[in-house]
């Protein structure tokens, strides 16, 4: 079955850096798009960032624009999230999400996406 696993969340002090990464399975991954969310408690996942399936087109939440780079491994059926600079703002559970709707522009809503992981805690505090 289609499984998505996130993994290296963590806390990190405010202008630190942290790299979380998801492993895929259960599908073909080399196709998906891939995308990256985050939510707190009290609301709605946010869409962070989103990359297509050869790694070239990519789309980033303007909060993490210029911090944040979304990119992946196809033949490890990994895809991965460095955050840099990261603020108490960017606190959050980070969900992997996958989109098995073949295309080349990745979509920054939740709704489009098929599968999703159990998240990682990130915390950014002093």
């Known amino acids: 079955q289609v499984q998505l696993v996130e993994s290296g969340g963590g806390l990190v002090q405010p202008g630190g850096s942290l790299r979380v990464s998801c492993a895929a399975s259960?599908?073909?991954?080399?196709?998906?798009?891939m995308a990256w969310f985050r939510q707190v408690p009290g609301k709605e996942r946010e869409f962070v960032a989103a990359?297509?399936?050869?790694?070239?087109?990519?789309d980033y939440a303007d909060s993490v624009k210029g911090r944040f780079i979304i990119s992946r491994d196809n033949d490890k059926n990994t895809m991965f999230l460095q955050m840099n600079s990261l603020k108490p703002e960017d606190t959050a559970v980070y969900y992997c999400?996958?989109?098995?709707?073949?295309?080349?522009?990745?979509?920054?809503?939740?709704?489009?996406?098929?599968?999703w992981g159990q998240g990682t805690q990130v915390t950014v505090s002093s």
């Open positions: 259960g599908f073909i991954f080399k196709s998906a798009t």
């Open positions: 999400a996958a989109g098995l709707t073949f295309t080349s522009m990745p979509r920054d809503y939740a709704s489009w996406y098929n599968y």
């Open positions: 990359v297509d399936w050869r790694g070239v087109n990519t």
